[in-house]
């Protein structure tokens, strides 16, 4: 077939939000939304998802790794971000959030050497001096920090962020006045700014001085006196001054006025436990749990009692709250920590996995299921826990260091952080330090200190593993890979029934190229504990690398015997590789016998199924989807649905979710796809304008609506749509993109490449960029500079399949080597394997090399994919022609012409005149 042009790639993306759940941008939206909402594990889910459909989504991948840095994930962060550079070197904006990961992870240098990267291409923008300053606040170098804010309020005098941030510097020198002009001058834009009365009470509390914190605090109040939560502040930062009577004044009136409510009862109660009123601060407690608005009242109520030495009924009564309140976090923590201090490892691991149940980002259980696993003597994972631990919270490390204990705080440490020490107390490690510092030096690349804290902990007994498979670590880490091994091997050696050393030499192996030695380490596994799935699975994955089939199936068979969901999955993944589906199925069918809750394996029973275009199946594999995951059944019949052309049915679908908890906005634009798929506009236009109205502050609802115009041919109307989404953000290049399309459809190629020009010039490392002004050039009928932008374009993204089946094409024409388009199609074939144009493409070159019976077969493919397509049936019939097959030659090159007369088919001419030719013999 021939070219994939700039305009078909947003059909593309369009099409497939519904035959694949949803598109990259979509998800992108989905993640952005999730962002603006506080909820970054689902926008971290939502961007892994839009990368796994474009590994060179470097806008995804940038607020994936923002999403990592809100959560402390600052080393993922910090992946992603070198990752959007490297993808594209001119995203500016990844210097600066680099910048600020650094300083969480203590590389200020690293820090300074980005965010000047970023200041001498973008000497304009405040927020980035802002940044910068905090960096060098963070070295002490106040100096510098006032230099750069300085800069910032010179662009932007009224900016007041950077106002109190220079507060905050000037009052870490010691400059108060200043600190506190600085803050003045923000209030002087408006008075009840809240933000910049907090600041100053943080710099007061900062310096120790709570009676400029309660006077900053009453401020506050006299801007907002019914403010109950600056109330509540107030009586503790009493507290915390040790005023007592007025925190309890404070308590005394907001329980006068506000009588329904339980923070004064709660405050009293805390001014009470403060006193060592236990008590009575037991009984305040109690009366405000009984209103069930503070949570923590719960809490504290077994906290007392854990204060008064009866740990027995602090387990109690923790249970107690966690029977009242299943979903508080806090009481099993404390309870598992109690349990840990009476050597009841087992209750301690219970109470931990319970917690992350409800809440698997939850640093500190982590790190109480990895104490509670040391004391089981389950090494393994006690490792995994304590890395999970660090990953979800690297500051933890650094605060334990510090402070030489943990806190468990998950909420406002100034409420609870005496309390919690207090607990503390009795169990100061709730984790191996030595283990939790080594890992923090390992991640600050700081690998003889990791060695040697590692050294001076082993004692010649088994835990000595634990040890030396981290010591190995972190020589592996530091390159050192003989030392690494040898490690591991006394890892091995202290105790040989601790499998992490084996898989971590393994690992290490083949990531030289040892296969061999790889083997031998999982060999080894297998010789400790002959069932080891993760063993088994890794040794039928480098035999089917190795093109050994029958030792990899014995080993995925293996694998699944032992009855865990990964086997199954890697098995029938193994048979789908094979393409060999119906034993794909009955492995699935296998998995879902053992796990009927499977929901992997029924996504993947139903996928075959719609390969195998048995859509009944697949229909009947997904409503028992549904009936477990209902949003994920739901899409995937609707998938299946619009594969059989039947869009009201999958429109129907779709629309069942709106009224439950889903991503609305995600769903309407899955509905305006299918709408477009069936060519109802009307209904479509209609979709996309309730999807402007849910979100007005987005550009998200008016790059659908586009798409609608474009679709329906009204261009204009596009095109006054896509200028009103680059008004509402500028920033998004998508609706660029969609602008110079729509301007290619009307031929108006100048304005197109202005615009493609225009994108290039700001990211200058985007593909899509270069190979949108290939597209265009080659509608201009200048085929050679489209070769030289593509060929830009795949220097830049290899993989990108448009570019790469352009390219082929071309070069298939003429305008190349035809042994290159025969690869280039190959490539494209691999990655996009049931695309027709790419079938097409591939089948063409080809032909094109006199290798008729393999285009042959390609060129039958595409029919498959593409029935309507003239240019794939004039294709065809030249194949049969070259092959003598004439009747059929004949038949294609008439179904060619019928279906070229309704298109735009430029080999509609040549098919007239061979099958012409072809009557005159």
Not at 237 to 257: M, P
Not at 378 to 383: R, V
Not at 498 to 523: H, I
Request: a positive charge; hydrophobic letters at 40%; proline letters at 2%.
């Amino acid at each position: 077939m021939h070219k994939i042009t700039a305009v078909l790639i947003l059909f593309f993306v369009l099409a497939a939000g519904c035959n694949k759940g949803l598109s990259k941008q979509q998800y992108y939206e989905k993640g952005v939304k999730f962002l603006e909402s506080g909820n970054a594990n689902g926008a971290i889910i939502s961007f892994k998802k839009a990368i796994e459909l474009d590994q060179n989504y470097f806008e995804a991948r940038y607020q994936l790794g923002h999403a990592y840095y809100l959560q402390g994930k600052y080393e993922s962060a910090e992946k992603e971000f070198l990752k959007v550079l490297r993808l594209n070197p001119s995203f500016n904006d990844a210097h600066v959030a680099l910048a600020k990961t650094y300083v969480n992870t203590s590389k200020v240098e690293d820090a300074i050497k980005e965010i000047n990267l970023y200041l001498g291409k973008n000497s304009g923008n405040p927020e980035a001096y802002e940044t910068a300053a905090a960096i060098y606040a963070v070295k002490k170098d106040y100096e510098k920090a006032e230099e750069y804010l300085n800069k910032a309020l010179g662009l932007s005098p009224k900016r007041v962020s950077s106002k109190l941030v220079l507060a905050e510097v000037y009052s870490a020198r010691g400059d108060i006045d200043k600190a506190e002009a600085q803050i003045k001058e923000a209030l002087e834009f408006d008075a009840r700014d809240k933000k910049a009365l907090y600041a100053l009470a943080r710099i007061r509390h900062r310096q120790g001085k709570n009676a400029d914190v309660i006077s900053i605090y009453q401020k506050i109040l006299d801007v907002d006196p019914n403010n109950l939560g600056a109330q509540f502040e107030l009586g503790l930062a009493y507290i915390q001054d040790k005023k007592l009577d007025k925190a309890k004044e404070i308590a005394g009136k907001i329980r006068k006025a506000y009588k329904q409510s339980s923070e004064g009862s709660y405050l009293t109660g805390l001014v009470l436990f403060y006193e060592k009123k236990i008590d009575e601060a037991l009984a305040l407690f109690q009366k405000s749990s009984h209103k069930k608005d503070i949570p923590g009242a719960f809490y504290y109520i077994g906290l007392c009692y854990f204060e008064k030495g009866n740990l027995e009924q602090a387990v109690s009564e923790f249970q107690n709250a966690i029977d009242m309140m299943p979903g508080m976090v806090q009481p099993r923590l404390l309870l598992a920590l109690t349990h840990l201090r009476k050597g009841r490892a087992e209750e301690a691991e219970r109470e931990t996995k319970r917690v992350l149940e409800m809440d698997g980002e939850n640093a500190l259980a982590h790190n109480l299921l990895g104490s509670a696993y040391l004391a089981l003597k389950k090494s393994d994972l006690a490792m995994e826990e304590f890395d999970r631990a660090i990953e979800l919270n690297p500051g933890l490390v650094d605060a334990h260091i510090k402070k030489g204990a943990f806190s468990l705080v998950s909420g406002d440490s100034q409420k609870a952080e005496q309390e919690f020490l207090s607990a503390v107390k009795i169990a100061p490690a709730l984790l191996d330090s030595r283990i939790i510092l080594a890992k923090y030096y390992i991640r600050i690349n700081k690998f003889q200190e990791a060695v040697n804290i590692l050294r001076e902990g082993l004692k010649g007994d088994a835990n000595d593993a634990v040890l030396y498979n981290m010591i190995g670590a972190a020589y592996l880490s530091a390159n050192d890979s003989e030392n690494a091994r040898q490690n591991y091997e006394k890892a091995i050696s202290s105790n040989p029934k601790f499998l992490q050393p084996y898989f971590n030499s393994a690992a290490a192996y083949l990531n030289t190229g040892e296969k061999e030695a790889a083997l031998k380490e999982y060999k080894r596994v297998l010789a400790v504990d002959k069932n080891n799935v993760t063993a088994l699975i890794m040794l039928a994955r480098v035999m089917e690398a190795d093109k050994k089939d029958q030792e990899a199936v014995s080993y995925y068979m293996k694998a699944k015997e032992q009855g865990k969901p990964a086997a199954y999955l890697n098995l029938a993944a193994y048979h789908i590789r094979k393409k060999d589906t119906k034993q794909a199925a009955e492995v699935l069918k296998e998995a879902l016998h053992v796990d009927p809750k499977n929901v992997q394996a029924r996504e993947m029973m139903g996928l075959l199924h719609m390969s195998n275009k048995d859509y009944k199946e697949a229909l009947s594999v997904y409503r028992d989807l549904k009936e477990g995951s209902p949003e994920i059944g739901a899409v995937r019949m609707a998938d299946v649905y619009a594969a059989m052309g039947d869009y009201d049915k999958a429109v129907t679908e779709l629309k069942g979710l709106l009224g439950k908890e889903t991503d609305k906005a995600a769903v309407l634009k899955d509905i305006v796809n299918l709408y477009i798929m069936k060519k109802d506009f009307t209904a479509a236009e209609k979709t996309a304008k309730e999807l402007i109205s849910l979100k007005p502050e987005s550009d998200a609802g008016y790059l659908t609506l586009a798409a609608v115009y474009s679709e329906s041919s009204q261009f204009r109307d596009a095109i006054n749509t896509l200028k009103k989404a680059q008004e509402i953000n500028p920033k998004n290049i998508a609706a660029k993109e969609a602008l110079g399309r729509v301007y290619t459809s009307l031929k108006d190629f100048q304005k197109a490449m202005d615009i493609f020009k225009d994108i290039e010039k700001t990211n200058p490392g985007y593909a899509i960029a270069h190979f949108l002004q290939g597209s265009v050039l080659e509608q201009m009928d200048n085929k050679k500079d489209a070769v030289e932008k593509y060929k830009k374009a795949l220097e830049l993204s290899p993989n990108l399949t448009p570019a790469l089946n352009n390219l082929a094409y071309l070069y298939a024409e003429g305008y190349g080597p035809v042994d290159k388009a025969v690869e280039l199609a190959e490539k494209a074939k691999k990655l996009m394997p049931k695309d027709g144009s790419i079938t097409d493409t591939l089948g063409w070159a080809l032909y094109k090399s006199g290798t008729y019976d393999d285009a042959l077969k390609y060129f039958i493919e595409a029919t498959y994919y593409l029935p309507g397509d003239p240019s794939v049936r004039y294709h065809l019939g030249l194949a049969y022609l070259k092959k003598g097959v004439e009747d059929k030659a004949e038949e294609q090159l008439k179904n060619s012409i019928r279906l070229g007369r309704l298109s735009s088919f430029a080999e509609f001419k040549n098919a007239q005149e061979i099958l012409d030719g072809m009557k005159k013999r």
